[in-house]
Each structure stands twice: as C-alpha cells, then as structure tokens.
C-alpha cells in the first residue's frame, strides 16, 4: 500500500509518500518561515500564494523521490483541517485534483491525528494509549482505545504551549518561530525567573497557559520601569520551566488514570529538548513505555498524514470531490 500525503494547513508545503502506513518512502517539506519571520508570525494570504507556487513542485518532487508512478499509488490523503482556510483549500484541491486525474480514492485527514500517527512511522501503537499533544494550535491529552478512536480527556483553556512560546520570544524579541530560541535559551541559563504554574481544578486535565505568559509580560513591564535589564536566558528557562513541568505533571497523572500501555508525544513543540528529557524521565520512573518523534516529524510535515491516511483508508474512510477545507474541524474517532 502507497498512499501520497499532502499538508498544507499551515505554513509548510509537503508531500510525502508512505509505504503500508509505517514506512517513509519519501517526505518532502518546503517550509516559508523566511517569509513570515519580518511579521512575526504567519500571514494567511502570503501562506496561501507561497502553497500555490509549492504544491505541485512538492508532490513531484515527493513521487520523484519515491520513483513511483501515480499508477503504483494506493491512495491520496489530506489535510482537510483544521487550519488556515485558504491554505486547506489549496493542498486539498491539489489532492483533488491528483486523485481525479489517476483515478484514485483520496482520504481527509485531521492534523492533529496526523502528528499523533507521526509516532507510527516510528515504532508501532499500543493500545491503550496516551499522546500528549502539543503544537502552534494545539495543548491535548488524547485517549486512544485502539487505531482510529479518540477521547480528548484534557484541553488548552486559552492559549496553546506553541502560541505561548512564540509570544514570550516576541516579548525577548527572539525572532519567529520562538520555540526552539527559547529552548536554546533555557539551556544555557544557570538561573530562572520564578513564574507560576497553572493547575486548574485539582482532578483537571486541561491547561492554561495565558497566565504564564501576562507573568512574563508583567515581569518584563516591571523591570524595565525599574530601568533594569532583564536576562533572556533567565526569563526563557523560567517560562520553559513552567511548561514543562505542567505538562509533564498532567500527562502523567492522566497515564495513571487511563491505565495506558504506552505515552506518546506530537506536534512541534514534543521538539523542545526540555519538554522531550522531563517526559522521559517521568515515565521512566513510571514504568510506562514513552515514545517521541525525531524533530523533523514533530513540526508540521506530510509523512504524519500519510501515515493517519494509511490507517483510515484501510478502515474503510473514504472522502469525495465535494470535500472542503474544515479550518475549525474536530478530532473524531474514524472507527
Ligand atoms: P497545529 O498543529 O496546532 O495546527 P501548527 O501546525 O502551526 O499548529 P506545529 O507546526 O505543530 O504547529 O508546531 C509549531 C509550534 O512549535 C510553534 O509554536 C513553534 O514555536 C513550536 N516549536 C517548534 N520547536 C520548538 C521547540 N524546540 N521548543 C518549543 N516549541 C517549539
Ligand atoms: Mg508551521
Ligand atoms: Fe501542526
């Protein structure tokens, strides 16, 4: 079984090609942050003309890689949301398109199943089963049953871990994306500024991460009316700090609870190296099986799609000419 995956809901132009849903063929990524980084963050219409000019380079390049014809492919899948609307649509008609053209079945595919199944390519599920979800729009604890069923158990109240990295980084003035110069940053600090860590309820699952970032916001107001000078790296590893151990907090007693066999980490922000070493060693100690992706497969990319596609097309999910991008779609079970 070779599926091609396309994702475009964002701002990077892949396509990928994935043998049997576990194996990477070929996975192509045309990234546009150079053209978002002077705006300090991604701007939809230049998002959508720069998926244009890509799309097809991308796919070729995908299908060139993997030295397949379009007649050896099994399936196309696609990010179908949620996402930048005008983005969507042009990877989705872009798969439309392929799939007409070569007669093949074509699959919508959630983007957050896609960074959870980027564990797939990886080492194989095991159910029961905990991903903790973190991403740009994205702060999660998903609980899968099997292949194909999710529960969302746990979610952001206001601001996503990524979104609030890259608002604290603007604050340090780091340029965008800020996840990874924050992450670099807090390593090389002896020291951090205390900042709060946000629990909710007592018995909640969920996240809030606003609070933390007015407190670094409110710090860095403070000291510079006090005419003093703050200290990135002390500021960046306060706020990782913080995240991370809310995060590792919730996702083990979340993994208790659940009774899983086995945590996994998704999205961009599963990248940060602090975040990656705490869940590591927790789970360790709890004696529960922890995987992360490599970095490549955490940030956005089309293997991950094309290894949730793999797995919905084998349960029988089909989409149609008619489908549409769905930038507010939820995450719903397939099986
Ligand atoms: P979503 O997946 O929720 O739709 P998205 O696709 O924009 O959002 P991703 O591409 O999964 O998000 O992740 C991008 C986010 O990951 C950015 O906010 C970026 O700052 C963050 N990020 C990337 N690397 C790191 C890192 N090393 N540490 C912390 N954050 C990181
Ligand atoms: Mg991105
Ligand atoms: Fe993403």
Known sequence: QYILAIETSCDETAAAVIKDGTTIISNVVASQIESHK?????????????????VTIVIEEALA?????????TAVAITE??????????????????????????????????????????QPMEFPLLALVVSGGHT???YMKEHGHFELIGETRDDAAGEAYDKVARVLNLPYPGGPHID??????????????????EDSYD???????SAVINYKHNMDQRGEEIIAAHVAKGFQDSVVEVLTTKAVRAA????????????????????RTALEQAFKQEGIPFYVPPLKLCTDN?????????????????????????????????I
């Open 38 to 54: 002077r705006f300090g963050g991604v701007v939809p219409e230049i998002a959508s003309r720069h998926h244009v000019e890509q």
């Open 65 to 73: 890689q993997a030295q397949l014809q379009p007649s050896e492919l």
């Open 81 to 122: 949301g949620p996402g930048l609307v005008g983005a969507l649509l042009i990877g989705i008609n872009a798969a439309k398109a392929f799939a007409w053209a070569h007669q093949l079945p074509i699959v919508g595919v959630h983007h957050i199943a896609g960074h959870i199944y980027a564990n797939a390519l990886v």
């Open 140 to 142: 999660e604890l998903v």
């Open 184 to 201: 670099r940053l807090a390593h090389e600090a002896d020291e951090a500024v205390a900042f709060p860590r946000v629990w909710l309820e």
């Open 207 to 213: 996240f809030s991460f606003s609070g933390l970032k």
């Open 256 to 275: 208790r609870a659940y009774n899983v066999k086995q945590v996994i980490a998704a999205g961009g922000v599963a990248a940060n190296k602090g975040l």
């Open 302 to 334: 089309a293997a991950m799609i094309g290894a949730a596609g793999a797995k919905m097309y084998e349960a029988g999910v089909r989409g149609n000419m008619m489908m549409n991008g769905r930038p507010g779609m939820e995450l719903k079970s397939w």
